[in-house]
């Protein structure tokens, strides 16, 4: 998703869980409900766009650095260890050459 469209679709808002408010609405979503729900088995909030499942996180790191969604090609950390606090302050990047337990699929947690 470039980040236009991301622009157009969500706001950043470090208050909710999710972490993003839509900003436009459909059928279902009014314009500044929360975007996404929690994803038990990924242990991250997620949001569905046009049947692709993005995840929030990504989403918000996206946003901030205007950058496409696409095009980022390293894994994340939060940083509190807490994988529903989705403020910007709370993302990192994670290289995977520098974290074996990322390759694995293992999560990691921080405590």
Excluded at 20 to 48: K, M, N
């Amino acid at each position: 998703m470039n980040i236009t469209t991301l622009k157009q679709l969500f706001e950043i808002d470090s208050s909710i869980p999710n972490g993003l408010r839509w900003e436009r609405a459909s059928q279902r979503i009014h314009v500044g409900d929360p975007a996404g729900y929690y994803e038990p088995a990924r242990g991250c909030f997620v949001t569905q766009v046009k049947g692709k499942v993005y995840l929030n996180h990504k989403i918000i790191f996206a946003l901030s650095h205007n950058i496409d969604y696409s095009t980022i090609k390293v894994r994340f950390t939060h940083l509190d260890g807490d994988f529903a606090n989705n403020s910007i302050a709370n993302i990192g990047l994670l290289k995977e050459s520098f974290n074996p337990i990322y390759k694995t699929g293992t999560r990691l947690t921080i405590k």
